[in-house]
Each structure stands twice: as structure tokens, then as C-alpha cells.
């Protein structure tokens, strides 16, 4: 979910203080300096590793050397729900032990077990790479990777001179934000991971000068309401990408595929489907509202032409509509 969760509790290493303290400065501020009460939004006072707001009487601190700012009501049903995808993703053979396998990332699953996903995965980062690189401005400040799973995202923009808040709910060491203590120290220094709700973030206003969903959106279970979330920590004239989240033309189509899936891990795996707290994809009619609300571009990927050919097939095959990709780039004004 961008939120990457392994099923299997390999540990989770404790990322160095480094990362959490290190500098990622841009003009001087840092994305830890922006951490706000994600109930209130209201100042948070510090205390060497820990966070309280005194309006509404909350405690936050590290988790496994990561600042964690899950709110008290929200754990258990957090808690259900990783235990459940943690099993998934693990039988589905998503992560690695090695440094290597995430160095690799988009390009080559060292595992080989996800080619044709992460084939997808570097022709929309190549194509979300272009269109950043449009505007000079833009290849430079803070970034808040919402749904960062294993930090892949991160990884790359940090190469390119980003400074990134990665924000996940999972920091599974494989397949979370503890995969950041696989990365080189170089890269560490430039990414913060979070570990929080894109509905409840621990972030001030007009914070960051980009934000990427990256594989993370159809995890919303109100799409608009996390939009106006991020937008509201983008600086004025910011951009948000919205990158591979599976849109179906009509909700029966994207239901059926839910409906396929959940049979497909009780057969493959025994894992009972959890009640679903999101749909699991988007909509041709959201993304239409998203175009009514906000100043958006839609980008096309170019994934190739048998790729533009399965909605023709699966119609005359008579199988459900396929998922399509796109990258919907939201401008704050």
C-alpha cells in the first residue's frame, strides 16, 4: 500500500538515531521541526525522543528507533489490519534480507518474484522523473513519500538531492519503514521515516514542496478527504503525484476484483479475507471528481502496446475489465 507489509515477523532493526536526527535540511527546516498533533494539529512539546500535545492529553514517541504518531484509538484496527496484509505480502514473497534488492528498485527485483510488477512500477517512476524534471524549481526541497512501504521511493529522490519524510503505518524491517537501515548511511541522512496515517499527519501546514501517493491512494477509505490532507502540507505551488493506484471504469469492476482476490488468498494461502476498511482501488468517477476539485494533469506511462490492448482482449474474452494506470499530478495553487 505503499504501506509494503511482510506477514512474517523477521524483527525489526532499530534504525540509527542518525536517521531520525539528521540534518535533510532545506533552507534550513527540517520535516521533523514541521511534527504537529495529527489530532489537533497543534504544537507538540519535544522531549528528547517523545512528543505530547497537552490540548488533547497525547503522548508520541519511537517505536523501533522511528517517531511514531498512531493515534490511541486507531492501534487496534491498525493492528488487525497489518497482521492480516503481513501475511499476505510475506506469502506473496514481497522484501528481502539484502541491501542489494533495494538498491535495485524499481529496475530489478533481485528476487524475481514481482518482475512483471515492478516492470510497471520503473516505466511510471521514469515517466513521474520526467515531468518533475520540467520545472528546475521542482528538483529540489522537501519530500513527503505518503505510503512509502520499503523506502524505495524515498531512496531514489534522496540520490537525486531530495530530502524526504517517508510515512508508512508498517515499519516491518523488510517490507516497511525498517528497511531504511538496509540503505547507505548517505542516503539515511536525507530520509525521516514516520510512522503515521495519511488521514492523521503529524505535519504543519504548507511543509513540504512535494508529495507523492506512491501505490498508496486505493488505500484511502475517502480519497478526497486524504487529498485535502496533503495538499494542506504542500506549499503553494506544490505538486502531489498520485502513481499506481489501479483504476477501474466502474466500481462492479474493480468490487470483482476485490471479490477475485480474496478467493485467491484463501486458495493459494488459507488467509481469510479481512473486512475491507478501503475499496482497494479507485474509480474512473473518482478521478473525474479529483479533476473537478483540484488543478490536475493526467500523465499516460506508455507501458507498451500489449498493455493498451488488455481492455480490448479481456472484452473479447469476456472477463473482467483490467485495471488502468496513470499518474494524476495535483497542483496547489
Known amino acids: 500500500m505503499g504501506h509494503g507489509m511482510n506477514g512474517m515477523d523477521h524483527g525489526r532493526t532499530a534504525l540509527p538515531a542518525a536517521a531520525v536526527t539528521a540534518s535533510a535540511e532545506a533552507g534550513g527546516r527540517t520535516p521533523l521541526e514541521a511534527f504537529v498533533c495529527p489530532s489537533c494539529h497543534g504544537t507538540l512539546e519535544s522531549f528528547d525522543g517523545s512528543w505530547r500535545c497537552s490540548a488533547e492529553d497525547l503522548g508520541f514517541g519511537m517505536e523501533h528507533g522511528i517517531p511514531t504518531f498512531i493515534l490511541p484509538h486507531r492501534r487496534d484496527a491498525l493492528a488487525g489490519f497489518l497482521e492480516f496484509y503481513r501475511r499476505v505480502r510475506s506469502s506473496e514473497g514481497w522484501g ?145 503525484y498520485i502513481l499506481d493506484s489501479p483504476v477501474y471504469g466502474t466500481q462492479e469492476a474493480g468490487e470483482q476484483m476485490v471479490r477475485e482476490r480474496n478467493e485467491r488468498f484463501s486458495k493459494q494461502f488459507g488467509i481469510a479475507p479481512l473486512e475491507e476498511h478501503s475499496s482497494g482501488f479507485i474509480t474512473a468517477n473518482i478521478v473525474r471528481q479529483i479533476q473537478g476539485r483540484f488543478r490536475t494533469e493526467l500523465l499516460d506511462p506508455g507501458y507498451g502496446l500489449r498493455w493498451a490492448l488488455r481492455p480490448y482482449a479481456a472484452r473479447l474474452l469476456g472477463r473482467r475489465e483490467p485495471a488502468l494506470f496513470q499518474i494524476i499530478v495535483v497542483h496547489k495553487g
Open 96 to 240: 528481502s534480507s539484502s541491501a542489494e534488492y533495494y538498491r535495485g528498485l524499481p529496475y530489478h527485483d533481485r528476487t524475481g518474484n514481482h518482475d512483471s510488477v515492478w516492470r510497471i512500477r520503473a516505466r511510471t517512476f521514469d515517466c513521474f522523473l520526467r515531468h518533475l524534471a520540467r520545472d528546475r524549481s521542482a528538483l529540489s526541497g522537501l519530500v513527503l513519500d505518503a505510503g512509502a512501504g520499503n523506502c524505495w521511493l524515498s531512496a531514489r529522490l534522496a540520490e537525486r538531492g531530495f530530502d524526504v519524510a517517508a510515512l508508512d503505518i508498517n515499519d516491518d524491517s523488510q517490507d516497511g519503514l525498517g528497511a531504511l537501515a538496509l540503505m547507505s548511511p548517505d542516503l539515511r541522512s536525507q530520509i525521516v521515516p514516520v510512522r503515521a496515517e495519511f488521514d492523521a499527519l503529524p505535519f504543519g501546514s504548507e511543509t513540504f514542496d512535494l508529495a507523492v501517493l506512491n501505490a498508496s491512494l486505493h488505500y484511502s477509505p475517502d480519497v478526497m478527504h486524504t487529498l485535502e490532507g496533503l495538499l494542506a502540507v504542500l506549499r503553494r505551488g506544490g505538486m502531489l
